[in-house]
């Protein structure tokens, strides 16, 4: 049974750092690996994604130069960096695996999905 697990999210200013991990009961080195958020009354949406070689990385436009995702394959975690959060970043963030190559964007090409995190930024 695969399972993501997330953490770290929380209650933060706007400004501040956080940083979010995926715990995969998977070896994450032969998935590509994905964050996506949800705010209330909206679609899921698509954050962050890495290939499974780690070379290949892409950022939802509203995140970029802001947001890091990397993976860790000898702890099968995969991180998502958030700096200079805003309260637009608010939002549960869920970690998805799948065994397609390349980075992979859209959430209907994902096997696996944790339970999610709540990120609640204030103003």
């Known amino acids: 049974q695969v399972q993501l697990v997330e953490s770290g999210g929380g209650l933060v200013q706007a400004g501040v750092s956080l940083r979010l991990s995926c715990a995969a009961s998977?070896?994450?080195?032969?998935?590509?690996m994905g964050w996506f958020r949800q705010a209330p009354g909206k679609e899921r949406e698509f954050v962050a994604a890495?290939?499974?070689?780690?070379?290949?990385?892409l950022y939802a436009d509203s995140v970029k130069g802001r947001f890091t995702i990397s993976r860790d394959n000898a702890k099968n975690t995969v991180y998502l960096q958030m700096n200079i959060l805003k309260p637009e970043d608010t939002a549960v963030y869920y970690c998805?695996?799948?065994?397609?190559?390349?980075?992979?964007?859209?959430?209907?090409?994902?096997?696996?999905w944790g339970q999610g995190t709540q990120v609640t930024v204030s103003s």
């Open positions: 998977i070896r994450v080195s032969t998935y590509a």
């Open positions: 890495i290939s499974w070689t780690g070379i290949s990385t």
């Open positions: 998805a695996a799948t065994k397609a190559i390349g980075v992979v964007t859209s959430r209907r090409n994902y096997d696996y």
